[in-house]
């Protein structure tokens, strides 16, 4: 299976880890609310979702479930993102994703949005999640973001 394709669920602990491959394109889910393991090896099979836990003995289970599985090992974001960029995964910033709820994003033109206040700089490009309506735009803050995922990348 390509990479690209791949899609994952994370575990409660990397749900801040989940944030930051949703801005490199990845479909990452949130755990279900009120799931316990059971449940998160049961959607991991049903969805055909790699896990993504740091809980050895969850990561055991899983693939002994039949289940894909990658075990994460650092506490530290930047060496989480650099175990995964290690394990294969593209690391370039992609906004498709919404980095909060994981719903597809749609660009939008600046003029489609209601509220002035929240609209970015003339001519810039703008996304809106299909699912909860947060919206993403180009901005310095998008640079920084950037700039991470390429260190830990490389
Ligand atoms: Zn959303």
Do not use: F
Not at 88 to 114: F, K, M, Q, W, Y
Not at 118 to 146: A, F, N, T, V
Request: glycine share 8%; charged share 35%.
């Amino acid at each position: 299976m390509m990479d690209e394709d791949r899609r994952y669920i994370a575990d409660l602990m990397l749900l801040r880890l989940a944030r930051w491959l949703r801005m490199a394109g990845h479909d990452v889910s949130n755990p279900p609310e009120g799931a316990d393991d059971s449940d998160l090896i049961e959607v991991a099979l049903a969805e055909d979702r790699t896990l993504l836990t740091r809980d050895r003995v969850l990561a055991r289970r899983c693939k002994k479930s039949g289940a894909d599985c990658i075990l994460i090992r650092s506490s530290d974001l930047e060496e989480q993102l650099g175990e995964l960029a290690d394990a294969g995964l593209s690391l370039e910033l992609d906004p498709v994703r919404c980095t909060l709820c994981n719903g597809p994003l749609e660009e939008v033109a600046g003029s489609d949005i209601g509220d002035p206040v929240r609209r970015p700089e003339e001519g810039s490009l703008l996304w809106r999640c299909e699912r909860c309506g947060k919206l993403y735009w180009r901005g310095s803050h998008w640079r920084g973001i950037r700039e991470r995922l390429k260190r830990t990348g490389d």
